[in-house]
């Protein structure tokens, strides 16, 4: 078994894998880890390549169009433990194409199908528990701090949702940012951040929608636990129906 | 009145209603639109009764003509009255849409001066909404029975899914408790959009301009517990529209008391457990190729507390079991208690690679509690042949969380 290394970013570990299959390692022998700086590690490291990444990414889009994307999902969650799997399931995914996700009786194609799973679930989820709130200068902002770095897709699904209107999303777990001027998409990053005053209107239509909430409810069918497990509270900072309860 | 105490009094007076889906119906977000629609269908919260919201649910008005015996909004019952105009609707769904509160609106109403002018009120929000706005997001709007056909056929233009309550699962109980509304006022407005649905296909085929009617179907709901009928009658009701009208989905909602009226049963609790047990069994209809027939039976007309509609047919039929996971098709695993339509793929995928394991069956996700009792791994089965139904039935039992308490019905 040899121990190999990368640089702990998601490209790195992408870069890794393609080299680690160009060269004919067989995965089975190999374990993939993200390097820790310490001054005796173990292993070989292997240095980020994006030509490499590009070419195994076009190579897999023909193969395996459906892994490439549980990749991409996977990549999304916190992948750091999970190198290995992908290196064994990058390499299956070359041989066997798109079945491979059907193959969940494998310990590492189940890894990285049950991570990509979980991470497409949040995004769906935040595509629904994003706020945004209007501020003075009548742009929109939302925050939020979920688990999995979602910022790219979920920007791009309200760039075709709200499109006619100015906004913008930070992850502040992330110090990232996106933001949508009316035509086009940018991402970056945050160095510091303050939450700047809101609208009038914003107040006011905020008052609306909490009162639309309390209202909606059945009295007679209250049930907190069934409310949390669907919405876990990780997600009511950032919730306006939640703010002052 | 304030705005705002108007969306309390008109969002409170529609939450008996059971309906929260927004899915089926894809649009997309053009240039000058503002919204899509998802075809998964999106959660936007989960209200205090643990429900999902995704629309902004709520009624034009609740100042209403007609005295139907089980509706809060009924005009011989003394509570606020409050109409929206279709103005601060439209502006309201426009700013939670913007704020993504919501996936868009579903409209119903109170029956104000007559089913005309309320249904035109309703028509011009959604008609306003896509022309004015430009507003790209869902919309549901409700048919008031009795409505004309020119009506019905606009709404069926502007919205995304249009739906008629079909209210009681009887014309008999209809007559009894809404001695205002008439079945055939509300059988032919359905009939009527589930022919201009049809036809719109069609036409869509042809051409990619001719209009979309009700993109995301039909659906309707009716009220569980206030009248008498027995399941198998509500299943059977539910699988002809289902067939006959085309209908997308049937909601079910459980009756909840809200007044004193002795056309009413007395109900210890709204019950709960009864509606759950029918969706499953709708699920079985629409999902599973299970028949109305199939699922209860005159001898036994109501679905079983205790089980599941699925684990309940099962038991009844021991011929069919144990199914073999390595060569049963598709459709046979189905009918396999805590096998659904997801592992049931991901089954005859897995196998293709190799014959599948007890472990391998686990890690798919199928709920073992229960299907180790019903399939064979390999030729091995997993109990020790625990085949009697009696016993079956109890050890299943023990191993469900206990059913609960039953809800006593007294009708007076
Ligand atoms: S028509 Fe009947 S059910 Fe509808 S609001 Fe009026 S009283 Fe209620």
Sequence with gaps: MTRYLYDGTAEGLVSAIAQLLDS???????TLAEREDTLFEEGLFLRTDSDAVEALFSKLKQRAPDA?????????????????????????????????????????VKAVVTMARKAGREL???????????????????????DHDVIQPLARHFSRRLRAQRWFIVDLRRQSAASWDGSALQFGTLEQFSRPELSDEEVAVQEMWRTFFRTIAIPERRNPKLQKSNMPAKYWKYLTEKQGE | MEIQEKLGILSGAARYD??????????EGSAVRVGNTSQGGICHSWSDDGRCVSLLKILLSNDCRYDCAYCVNRSSNPVPRASFTAREVVDLTMEFYRRNYIEGLFLSSAVMKGPDQTME????????????EKFGGYIHLKVIPGSSPELVRRAGLAADRISVNIELPSGESLQRLAPQKRRESILEPMRLIGTEIGSSLVERTLSRKAPRFAPAGQSTQM???????????????????????NLKRVYYSAFVPVNDDNRLPVLAAPPLLREHRLYQADWLLRFYNFSAEEILSDDAPDLDESFDPK?????????????EVNRADYHTLLRVPGIGPTSAKRIVAARRFASITPEGLKKIGVVMKRAKYFVTCSGRPFEKEVREPL?????????????EPRQLVLFS
């Design chain 2, 223 to 245: 009220i569980i517990g206030a009248s008498p009928e027995t399941d198998l009658q509500i299943l059977r009701l539910s699988q002809g529209l289902y067939r006959k009208m």
């Design chain 1, 68 to 108: 490439v994307n549980a990749i991409r999902y996977c990549l999304m969650g916190d992948a750091g433990g999970l190198g290995t799997s992908l290196l064994r399931y990058v390499a299956l995914a070359l041989v066997h194409g798109d079945r491979i996700n059907g193959h969940l009786t494998d310990d590492d």
């Design chain 1, 124 to 146: 769906h989820r935040m595509k629904g528990l994003l706020r945004f709130e209007q501020m003075r200068d009548g742009a929109y902002l939302a925050r939020m701090e979920p």
């Design chain 2, 18 to 27: 059971a309906s929260c889906a927004s899915s089926g119906c894809g649009r």
């Design chain 2, 391 to 403: 016993r079956l039935r109890q050890r299943l039992l023990l191993g469900e969380p206990a059913p």
């Design chain 2, 121 to 132: 009120e309703m028509v011009r929000v959604a008609e306003m909404l896509r022309e004015e």
């Design chain 1, 24 to 30: 004919g390692t067989d995965p089975m022998l190999a």
């Design chain 2, 311 to 323: 684990t309940a047919w099962a038991l009844r039929h021991p011929e069919c079991f144990p199914v």
